[in-house]
């Protein structure tokens, strides 16, 4: 009897912790996510847009080195559409393999760019996504470089509304960098030269000419600026905000939400400071999108997270400072800053990483805590992905490649499961010999489990020890954007998505959508690949005998119905996985159970079923 209240016990609290993992990460999530959108809508139809103005002087590793977010100050306008924002400054055309849009040179902004590989939807027809909007768009987001004075002899510094000029013709490409100058006619002259690679890394290099008379002392600085809260996930697995690995300070990764509550900063807002770190980088991310500054990695700079209220709209904003540079007469100083805007594919981020010499930029995905699993798991997933060219053969690879890694401690499991049918007839005569006396009763099955060597919960193990790497799948699936829109075989066209048919409409033959049905929509959703888990994890289970407590026989005939609802909205590839981990255990399980003498009791189970109900 203990040992079938262990397993009853340790049942309920696996099951309550799943009900309230999927309660935690898929209900609530999906009530704020219609929150936040109805949020966003009233904050996209409220007038005024941010113009902006430069950065404030200050010294890195002081209080007063933060810089303030563009458009805290000057007049505000309306609105207007992105392509109409878009319009109000001459621009250099960005073109490279991975992305297009362009330059404003009006402020020298980085603030339009476009993914020519990913689109909104499975459709190839669909939008390109679309990451950098300019000042003035309904979604401004930018990146900004520039220059901040101290001490005497400050020269007038370009700003947001400074107009760059270029050589006719310019255009940024891999092959041809662009350079964009200006003269403050106080004699100073500003380049920038800004390069591309073929993925998604500028190289902005910006020098100053000193043709004065004047000594001058300038930082140089980078940000980026994000206007408007954007619509987020939110699920608690991944992080979206602004994120950086920070000098010896590390990885930091600070949400939308937490940052408006960090204490207040010199000059207003609020956010966080990062004085004096050397090497790293500083950001905003996305799911799959990201947009990251990267400073001299020999160099010490302040790196900052902040937000302010600004014409009743959040401006969020990750910046880095540079020490002072002094220019002296007839002298001239040069830096260099990179910036990575576009899909963070673990190749292209894990290159850069090696190449640049980034401390830690891979964490700009989103590995979490367990990234010992979690990017092994997708490193294997990746070599069979390459290897048979769909992502869904290689998850059903790497479960059987996993299978193996644990078949010898299933095998234990399953033996000790095959022991305990075994000795049945025995627990059931001491059960019934002190029926009246539950102590006895316990001591005796504890001495006949003692003399037979069988452990009681083992047959819990199978699916405790695939946990882990269930819950690896799912990060891997749900963060890496080698995942997005990838197929399978017949309606699968994204394995990152849930299965998108549902048997309350037969698979598509009824022309009617379930989800639309109020309250319950949700729950109709009922996919094949469900069903098919659902009907794995039945049989898995029936192949065991009837357990005699009737609450455990209520709760083991309801476990696969309530785990096929609950996976219904998970990731097509994770339900796969799930379904195909079932079928392996139940070859495995009836191998073993041959083996050891065991009877199966799969078809006695389903007869028993049947004849229930012919009795009923």
Not at 52 to 59: I, M
Not at 526 to 533: R, S, Y
Request: some cysteine; hydrophobic content about 45%; charged content about 15%.
């Amino acid at each position: 009897m203990i040992g079938d209240n262990k397993n009853l016990i340790l049942a309920i609290v696996l099951s309550i912790v799943v009900l309230t993992g999927w309660n935690y990460f898929f209900g609530m999530p999906k009530v704020d996510q219609q929150r936040q959108a109805a949020t966003q809508t009233q904050q996209n139809a409220t007038p005024g847009q941010p113009s902006s103005t430069a950065p404030q002087p200050g010294a890195p590793g002081d209080a007063g080195s933060a810089q303030t977010v563009p458009g805290q100050s000057g007049a505000t306008s309306a609105p207007v559409s992105r392509e109409a924002a878009l319009a109000r400054s001459p621009r250099i055309i960005i073109d490279t393999p991975k992305i297009a849009g362009s330059i404003a040179l009006r402020g020298g902004r980085i603030d339009d760019v476009s993914l020519k590989a990913y689109h909104e939807t499975v459709n190839p027809k669909s939008p390109n996504i679309i990451l950098l909007s300019p000042s003035g768009s309904p979604h401004p987001y930018y990146a900004e470089f520039g220059w901040v004075g101290s001490g005497e002899g400050v020269p007038a510094l370009p700003n947001a509304e400074t107009l760059w000029t270029v050589p006719e013709g310019a255009r940024l490409t891999p092959q041809t960098p662009v350079t964009l100058t200006y003269d403050n006619g106080q004699g100073v002259r500003f380049l920038r030269t800004i390069a591309v690679d073929d993925d998604a890394m500028f190289t902005v290099t910006d020098s100053v000419e000193n043709t004065g008379t004047t000594p001058m002392t300038l930082h140089p600085y980078g940000l980026i600026s994000r206007h408007g809260l954007p619509q987020t996930q939110n699920f608690y697995i991944l992080h979206e905000g602004l994120v950086g690995v920070l000098g010896d300070k590390g990885l930091q990764e600070v949400s939308y939400s937490k940052l408006a509550k960090e204490p207040a900063l010199p000059g207003g807002g609020t956010g966080l400071q990062f004085p004096d770190v050397t090497g790293g980088f500083a950001g905003i991310t996305d799911k799959y999108w990201a947009t990251a500054l990267i400073p001299d990695q020999k160099q010490a700079y302040s790196g900052r997270f902040s937000e302010r209220q600004f014409n009743n709209q959040p401006t969020y904003q990750a910046d880095v400072l540079s020490g002072p540079l002094t220019v002296a007469p007839g002298a001239s100083v040069q830096t260099t800053m990179h910036l990575f805007a576009g899909a963070k594919e673990v190749a292209a981020i894990q290159g850069y990483e090696n190449t640049l010499g980034i401390k830690g930029f891979d964490l700009l995905i989103d590995w979490g805590w367990f990234y010992f699993i979690t990017k092994p798991m997708f490193w294997l997933l990746d070599f069979f992905y390459k290897l048979f060219g769909n992502f869904g053969i290689a998850i059903i690879t790497v479960t059987v490649l996993v299978k193996l890694a644990f078949f010898p401690l299933a095998n234990k499991s399953y033996a000790s499961m095959a022991k305990m049918k075994a000795v049945q007839p025995e627990m059931v005569a001491i059960r019934e010999r002190f029926a009246d006396d539950k102590m006895k009763q316990q001591q005796a099955l504890m001495e006949l489990y003692k003399k037979e060597k069988i452990n009681p919960i083992a047959g819990c193990w199978p699916m405790l020890i695939q946990i882990p790497v269930f819950f690896a799948l799912y990060k891997v699936l749900f963060i890496t954007i080698e995942m997005r829109h990838a197929p399978f075989f017949g309606w699968i066209h994204d394995l990152a998505a849930p299965d998108p048919t549902t048997i309350f409409n037969l698979f598509g033959l009824i022309p009617w959508d379930p989800s639309t049905v109020p309250v319950l929509g949700h729950f109709l959703m009922l996919g094949a690949w469900p069903i098919i888990m659902g009907f794995t994890m039945f049989v898995q289970m029936k192949m065991n005998p009837t357990p005699p407590d009737p609450i455990q026989q209520m709760m083991f005939s309801w476990m696969p119905v309530i785990f096929t609802f609950m996976l219904a909205s998970f990731p097509a590839g994770l339900v796969i996985y799930w379904s195909w981990n079932n079928l392996l255990s139940v070859l495995q399980q009836g191998w073993i159970m041959r083996k050891n003498g065991v009877k199966i009791e799969l078809w006695d189970n389903l007869r028993g079923m049947f004849m229930k109900k012919a009795k009923a």
